[in-house]
């Protein structure tokens, strides 16, 4: 069986090439024309594995049905768009979308995004193996009661016994930047690494999924104590002395 894809906008010609490309990659195909039928159906088949949505929808916008989207699934999200305006990319990524891609766009390039995006690691857990060794786990910050803590292999993050709700691009950037501790990355290379080997994009890309990220690790996003800028150079992560 293939993996499942959404694809969501009311241009029904758009919906169709993207349906017949995928098809053709062996993905298991559902459209909606609307926002509103794209949500009923999450909510009574649950999420696919990957979701391409149109920027341009009906009543209810790309942004909220992200928005939506991202209030209980983590599915990776590639949004479509005639529109290359900063405004509205930063908007769908800050929305909650994991990748922009500009019309017209090649069809071997929605393929080629849509593979990247499902080789991130998945988040929420790994099946217990009671003969596994157990993860290793990162201690991001020490402070508290409730210190901040990484494992890149179980696929989550906890702030005491609380676990941290990060997309996939979340999760990957923050253990780009924990395998690399002290380390400054550069977008371009965060990119690459974050996204898939070769994957080269935007590098608005890094720096919102950076801001998104710190919002929900950092004790004051504006701040920054663990995720840092080095300005017109990157990032860095900074460990607990």
């Known amino acids: 069986m293939g993996a499942s894809l959404m694809i969501v906008g009311d241009d029904y010609r758009v919906r169709s090439a993207l349906r017949e490309a995928m098809e053709g990659e062996g993905y298991e195909v559902a459209e909606?024309?609307?926002?509103?039928?794209?949500?009923?159906?999450?909510?009574?088949?649950?999420?696919?594995?990957?979701?391409i949505v149109d920027l341009l929808l009906g009543e209810m916008d790309a942004f909220t049905c992200i928005r939506e989207v991202r209030r209980a699934h983590e599915v990776p999200i590639m949004v479509v768009s005639a529109s290359a305006d900063t405004h509205d990319v930063v908007a769908a990524l800050e929305?909650?979308?994991?990748?922009?891609?500009?019309?017209?766009?090649?069809l071997k390039e929605i393929s080629a995004r849509m593979r990247a995006l499902r080789r991130r690691p998945h988040l929420g857990g790994l099946p217990e193996d009671p003969a596994a060794e157990p993860p290793v786990e990162i201690?991001?910050?020490a402070e508290g009661d409730a210190p901040l803590v990484l494992s890149p292999d179980g696929g989550v993050v906890r702030r005491g016994d609380e676990q941290i709700p990060l997309t996939v691009t979340e999760f990957r950037l923050l253990c780009e930047l924990a395998a690399n501790p002290g380390r400054v990355?550069?977008?371009?290379?965060?990119?690459?690494?974050?996204?898939?080997?070769?994957?080269?994009?935007?590098?608005?890309?890094?720096?919102?999924?950076?801001?998104?990220?710190?919002?929900?690790?950092?004790?004051?996003?504006s701040e920054p104590r663990i995720v840092v800028?080095?300005?017109?150079?990157?990032?860095?992560?900074?460990?607990p002395r």
């Open 32 to 51: 909606a024309g609307a926002a509103e039928v794209a949500l009923e159906r999450l909510r009574n088949h649950g999420a696919p594995d990957v979701m």
């Open 95 to 106: 929305a909650g979308a994991d990748d922009f891609v500009t019309k017209p766009f090649e």
């Open 139 to 141: 201690v991001l910050e």
């Open 185 to 221: 990355l550069s977008r371009t290379l965060l990119l690459e690494r974050a996204w898939d080997e070769g994957f080269f994009g935007d590098e608005r890309l890094v720096d919102v999924h950076v801001r998104r990220l710190r919002t929900k690790i950092e004790a004051d996003p």
């Open 229 to 239: 800028t080095v300005r017109g150079l990157g990032y860095r992560l900074d460990m």
